[in-house]
Each structure stands twice: as structure tokens, then as C-alpha cells.
């Protein structure tokens, strides 16, 4: 009942009211775009195409993977396919190039100058990647036989040609800048990051799918019989609960670093003594980025090994063809290969973005310390190996939400449009930027001496505060 009165007290407040009404106007807009097909393109054709593909497929291969976090929109091969992701993969190249190249470090650090510059960048860039994509999508519609011997002949594009590329190349390019651009509308007039919302609605966009999917094999549906027990349907949702508390613990957990500080200057020249407080560091510092570089890293090449090889060869080339079929599916190869990309990355993104040193010298700046560690270069070594075992805790965390749906589908058989909703990045997101929005939301109430969503505790950001 308190988290219902919560929930109505956020339209008691004008202008939370008119933050909430912004962000599912332009919500519902991204979603439109999304469903919008790409002029020139058979429909149906294509359909069968992804049939074909996911009939030859285990699931949750690179094809589900658009699937799910285009909310839909390659079926339909809409001018709405590459979304908000354009936008993403620039900033994660725009922040992990600001740690190597000096010239963007600095822009780092030179404020709000300094971040509008970083800013352009990140879009110039987003800019260059919708192009290179909307090219690649537009050239692959063209000649589907390119994907393989058992799509020659394929017929997807009516009037295939440059012109038709430079059309596919200008509306998908268009889209997703708009789409960009509606993000940042979200994140300025709204409520919430809008880039992190419009990825979570197209996520969840699948979700009445996974449940026709789940009634269907529990129920049976249209003259479709039940291909499951009727037993395991609790034991699926237990688990699924389970899941998403592990998924909320992973993501809220920080460990907290004590810090003294010496002294503290206030307004008037007043300097008081000794403060405590806590340095909050992330169990899951990285987010989903590892499992985001894995997955690309893993069916890509996978998919250009199968190109060039021939399966039906006895020699290397068919042990290599053989290998990729493994690589490209939920077998123990692909789960292995996973998660140890998973790991690395996990490793890889915090020695790129955590910079203790940076945090040491801070610390000694502003008068606070660590207690029993001394200021300097202890201070930054002792960051680092707390980091560093968070980071193996987080990391061994991600990757069992990241392999569950992939151990559903080899164990129990179900389906990627249910399994996905177990785990992995779908799940990581869902949970993420839902207590990013609560969060938001409960500090809007609380000023205004309204309850809160929730009656005890309180909710964290990602950001650790």
C-alpha cells in the first residue's frame, strides 16, 4: 500500500507530472520510428530470410541480439534500426580514447567547456558510424546471397542500386540522429537518461512476445500444444524472482572507503575540524560494457570464419568452420570463449576508467585520507587493490547473470525470447536504469515532504551515491 501511495504521489507534483508526461511523449515517438519500414524493401522476404537464419541458429545469436535491442525494428528492416546505438558506441569510444589520448584527457578536465567539446565530438562521431552501418545494412539487403550459399537467389531489395543505398544511407542516418537527439530532449525536459530509457523501452518492448512465447509452452496456443510440464512453471518463476533480487544486489552494491578529512572551509573564512564520511565504490563498476564488448567480439568473427570456410571439408578449413558453428552458438566452446572475454573486459574497462591516483591526489588536496593508509602513492595503491578485488567479485557477478539465459536455453530448452529476460544485458539494463528512475523520482517526493516509492531503505544510483 506505501509503494502504491508513492507511485500516486508522483502526480501530485506539477512539475514531476509534467517530467513523466515528456518522457512517454517522446518515448512514444522513438517507438514509432522504430516501426517505420525502409521504402524499397520486401517485407516479406526478409521475414523468411530471418526464419531461415533463426532456424539454423540455437538462439541468442547475433540476430536476437538486434532483435531485442532494436524493440522489433529489424523485422520489419525499419529506418529506425540502429536506434540509440550509434550514439552509445561513440561515447564508449569517446571515453575509453579520453583515457590514452592526451588531448581528450584534458578536455576532461576542463569542465563544462570542456565536456560541450567532448560532447561534439562524441556526435561527429555518431555521425561517421550511422553512415559506415546504415551502408553495411543497405549493401547486405542488396546482395543477401553474400551472407551465404543458402540465401543466393534471395530477392529482399526490388530496385537494388546505388540509389537505393543512398536512400537506406540518408533515412537510417536521419533516424537515429533524431532518435539521438530525443534522448538528449529526455535527459533535459524529462525524467531519467534518455539514451539508458529508450534502450530499456525497446528491451522491454519484446516482453509481451516472451510471454505469448511462455503461455504457448506451458498452456499451448492456437492449436499449439504444451511442449513443457506445468510443474516447472513456479519453479521458472522462483528462479526468475531470484534472478532479478541477485541482479538488484549486484547492481546496487558498493563498498564503502572511510575518509577523514582534516579540515573543512566554509563561507566567512570558518574552517572546521575533523568530518568522516565514505568514498562509495561500485561492486559492478562496469555496467554492462563487458558483456556489450563480448557478445560483438564473439559472433562477428564467428560469422566471417564461416564465410571463408568451408563446412563441408574434411581438412583445417572445416575444423575451422566447425569451430566458428560452436563459436556462434551456446555450446560450451561459446560459453567458455564468453566468459573469459567477459572477465577481461570487466578488468579492461576499470584499469581504463578508474584512476586512483587521480583520487589520491584529490584526496590530498582537499585535507582527507584514508585512515591508516598514508596520503600519496599508498593511498592510490590501496584504491586500486580494493578496486581490483571488487572488480573480480563484480566481474564473477556479471557473468553469472550473463551466462544464465545461454544455460536455460542448453538445459531446459527455452526459448531466447523468454531466456533473455533471465539475465544478460537485457536484465542488467531493465534493473539498472529502473532504480535510476526510482531513484529520480523519490528525491523529487522527498523534497516536497511527499512519501517515497518505497517505505524502507533507500535507493542508489549507479554512480555509487
Known sequence: MSMMKGFSNVFRIPELRKKILITLGLVFVCRLISQIPTPGVDWQALQNLIA???????????????????GGALGQCAIGFLSIWPYISAQIVTQLLGSVIPALEKLKKEGESGRQQLAQITRYLTIILCVVQSWGIATALSHPGAL??????????????????????????????????????????GIGNGASLIIMI?????????????????????????????????????????????????????????????????????????????????VNYTGVMPIIFA??????PAALLMKVTDATSSGISGTLNRFAQDLSNPTVTHLIAYAV???????????????????????????????????????????????????????TGLLIVALIPMCLMGWMSI?????????????????????DTLRIMESHLLVRKYDGCLSHGSLRGRSGR
Open 415 to 435: 526459448p531466447w525470447a523468454i531466456a533473455s529476460f533471465f539475465g544478460g544485458t537485457s536484465l542488467l539494463i531493465i534493473v539498472g536504469v529502473a532504480l
Open 52 to 70: 531461415d537464419f533463426k532456424a539454423n541458429s540455437q538462439g541468442g545469436g547475433m540476430l536476437d541480439w538486434f532483435e531485442v535491442f532494436t
Open 202 to 282: 525497446n528491451i522491454t518492448s519484446r516482453l509481451p512476445q516472451a510471454i505469448i512465447s511462455a503461455w504457448e509452452r506451458y498452456f499451448g496456443l492456437a492449436g499449439v500444444q504444451a511442449s513443457a510440464p506445468i510443474a516447472e512453471l513456479p519453479i521458472v518463476i522462483i528462479f526468475f524472482l531470484l534472478v532479478v533480487m541477485g541482479t538488484v544486489l549486484l547492481t546496487q552494491g558498493v563498498r564503502k572507503v572511510a575518509i577523514h578529512t582534516t579540515r573543512r572551509s566554509v563561507g566567512g573564512g570558518n574552517t572546521y575540524g575533523m568530518q568522516q564520511t565514505f568514498m562509495p565504490l561500485r
Open 295 to 300: 557478445q560483438p567480439l564473439i559472433q562477428i
Open 341 to 395: 572475454l567477459i572477465m577481461f573486459f570487466a578488468f579492461f574497462w576499470v584499469a581504463t576508467q578508474f584512476n586512483a591516483i587521480d583520487i589520491s591526489e584529490n584526496l590530498k588536496k582537499d585535507g582527507s585520507y584514508i585512515p591508516g593508509i598514508r596520503p600519496g602513492r599508498a593511498t592510490a595503491e590501496y584504491l586500486d587493490d580494493v578496486m581490483t578485488k571488487l572488480t573480480l567479485i563484480g566481474g
Open 148 to 189: 551465404g550459399p543458402a540465401f543466393a537467389g534471395v530477392e529482399i531489395v526490388a530496385n537494388p542500386g546505388f540509389g537505393f543505398q543512398l536512400m537506406t544511407v540518408i533515412g537510417m542516418t536521419t533516424a537515429s540522429l533524431f532518435v539521438m537527439w530525443l534522448a538528449d530532449q529526455i535527459t533535459t525536459f
